[in-house]
C-alpha cells in the first residue's frame, strides 16, 4: 500500500504525539505538599519519583566522568571537583538525573565534590552519641542547616567505618558524609512524605530555605546517628573505641560529641508506640498496654544508657555536650547558640530564628499514652538514677 508524502507525515505526527503521550503517562511524581514542624506548616520543594532509598542507592554506580560545575560555587574549580574519589555505594548525580528528575532547587546538580581547600578548611569533627525517640534528629538537622556546618542524618558512620577501609582517608570521608547530607536534601529523605518508611511520620526535618545540603565556608561537619555510636560500642566496647581513636587519627582535628537526652519514661513510650503501630492512635483515656514490649524496650534503653556511659570514660572522649531535649523546645535558640559556642561557630539571627520557627511549641508526653505497669516503673527508675 502506498501513502502520499502528506499522509505519511500525518502518520508521522500522530506516532510522536502518541509516544509523547505514553512518555509522560509513565511519570509518577509525588506532589508538593505541606507538612508541619511544630505547629507552622513548611511547603516541601521536591516533587520526586515513587523510589525508595535502596533503590537510589543503588542507581548510577558508575563514577560520572565530568562534574558540571554551579556558577553560583566560585570556591571549587574544575580540576578540583574531579580529584576526591567518592565511595561507590553512594549515588552519583549526572546530567542524565538532573533532566529526568524535578529536585530541590536549592542545591547544585550534580554533585560536586569538596576541594581541598574546603576539606582542610574543617575546624571541627562531631558525633551524636544517645538514644532513639531522643530528639537528636530534629537537634542535627539545625545543625545541617548552619552556612558553616554539614551534618550527615542517619549515616551510621561506626557501623560503616570497618566496611571500607577509604574512610580512613580525611577527604575521602568528608566527602562522603558531605555527599550523605547532600543527598538527603537533594531526594527529600528527612521528609516523611518522600519517605514513608522512616519514622519521622507527622513532620519534617525538612528547612527548605536554610543551607541544609551545601555549605557557605565549612568549619564542622559530622555525622548524627546517635543511636548508632551506642549500639556499637554495646555489640564490641574494644571496637568501638578503637575505631574512634581511628577517626581522631584520621581528622587529625577536635573530635567533638553531642549527647542528646530526654525524658526515659517518653523515650521508651515513643519507640513502643511507633514500633506496635500505635502512634496516633493510644490516647490517655485509651492508653496502649504491652507489658512484654514495654518491659524489652526498658531493657534496650538501659543497654544503650550503659552503652553511652562507657563511650565517653572508657574511649576517653574530651570534647562533650549535654542537650536535653526539654531545654531545646523551651529554648531552641538558646540551645543552638550553646551548640555554636561548643563548636565555635557563629551562630546568625536569621538562622536561629529560622530553625527556632521550626521547633515543636511543646514538649510530647507519650508516657501518658502507655500503661506502666509497678516493675516498669521501678526498672526506669533505676536508669535515671543510675
Known amino acids: 500500500m502506498r501513502y502520499g508524502v502528506g499522509t505519511g507525515m500525518l502518520i508521522v505526527a500522530g506516532l510522536l504525539v502518541f509516544c509523547w503521550f505514553l512518555g509522560t503517562g509513565t511519570r509518577n511524581y509525588e506532589p508538593a505538599e505541606e507538612h508541619r514542624v511544630g505547629v507552622d506548616a513548611v511547603p516541601v520543594i521536591h516533587q520526586l519519583p515513587r523510589l525508595s532509598r535502596k533503590q537510589l542507592l543503588h542507581q548510577n554506580r558508575e563514577e560520572?566522568?565530568?562534574?558540571?560545575l554551579s556558577p553560583s560555587l566560585s570556591h571549587q574549580n574544575q580540576e578540583e571537583a574531579t580529584t576526591p574519589k567518592l565511595s561507590p555505594n553512594l549515588p552519583h548525580l549526572n546530567q542524565k538525573d538532573s533532566t529526568t528528575l524535578q529536585l530541590s532547587p536549592s542545591l547544585p546538580s550534580p554533585f560536586i565534590p569538596l576541594s581541598g581547600q574546603d576539606v582542610d578548611g574543617v575546624e571541627k569533627f562531631v558525633?551524636?552519641?544517645?538514644y532513639p525517640r531522643s530528639g537528636h534528629s530534629i537537634i542535627g538537622s539545625m545543625m545541617d542547616a548552619h552556612p558553616d556546618m554539614v551534618i550527615?542524618?542517619?549515616?551510621?558512620l561506626f557501623t560503616e567505618w570497618d566496611k571500607d577501609p577509604n574512610f580512613r582517608k580525611k577527604t575521602y570521608l568528608f566527602n562522603t558524609l558531605y555527599n550523605e547530607s547532600y543527598q538527603d536534601v537533594m531526594y527529600g529523605w528527612r521528609s516523611s512524605k518522600q519517605n514513608p518508611d522512616k519514622i519521622l511520620k507527622g513532620y519534617s526535618l525538612d528547612i527548605p530555605s536554610s543551607w541544609q545540603g551545601r555549605f557557605r565556608q565549612l568549619r564542622v561537619i559530622g555525622d548524627k546517628s546517635g543511636g548508632n555510636a551506642a549500639t556499637v560500642y554495646s555489640q564490641s566496647p574494644e571496637g568501638?573505641?578503637?575505631?574512634?581513636?581511628?577517626?581522631v587519627d584520621t581528622v587529625k582535628i577536635p573530635v567533638h560529641v553531642i549527647h542528646v537526652v530526654r525524658n526515659?519514661?517518653?523515650?521508651?513510650?515513643?519507640a513502643m508506640l511507633y514500633n506496635a503501630d500505635k502512634h496516633g492512635n493510644a490516647t490517655t483515656d485509651h492508653p496502649y498496654?504491652?507489658?512484654t514490649m514495654l518491659q524489652e524496650f526498658i531493657q534496650e534503653l538501659h543497654s544503650l544508657a550503659s552503652a553511652v556511659q562507657g563511650i565517653i570514660?572508657?574511649?576517653?572522649?574530651?570534647?562533650t555536650l549535654e542537650i536535653h531535649s526539654a531545654d531545646h523546645v523551651k529554648d531552641p535558640k538558646g540551645t543552638l547558640q550553646q551548640i555554636c559556642d561548643f563548636l565555635d561557630v557563629e551562630c546568625p539571627e536569621d538562622y536561629l530564628q529560622e530553625c527556632g520557627d521550626k521547633t515543636f511549641k511543646q514538649l510530647s508526653?507519650?508516657?501518658?499514652?502507655?500503661?506502666?505497669?509497678p516493675e516498669a516503673h521501678t526498672r526506669v527508675k533505676a536508669i535515671i538514677e543510675e
Do not use: Q
Not at 568501638?240 to 577517626?247: A, M, N
Not at 526515659?264 to 515513643?270: E, G, K, R
Not at 570514660?313 to 570534647?319: A, D, E, Y
Open 127 to 130: 558525633f551524636f552519641v544517645g
Open 264 to 270: 526515659p519514661y517518653d523515650m521508651i513510650a515513643t
Open 152 to 156: 550527615a542524618h542517619e549515616f551510621m
Open 240 to 247: 568501638f573505641c578503637r575505631s574512634y581513636k581511628e577517626l
Open 64 to 68: 560520572s566522568t565530568t562534574l558540571k
Open 289 to 291: 498496654r504491652n507489658d
Open 365 to 373: 508526653k507519650s508516657r501518658k499514652l502507655v500503661v506502666w505497669n
Open 313 to 319: 570514660t572508657n574511649c576517653h572522649l574530651k570534647k
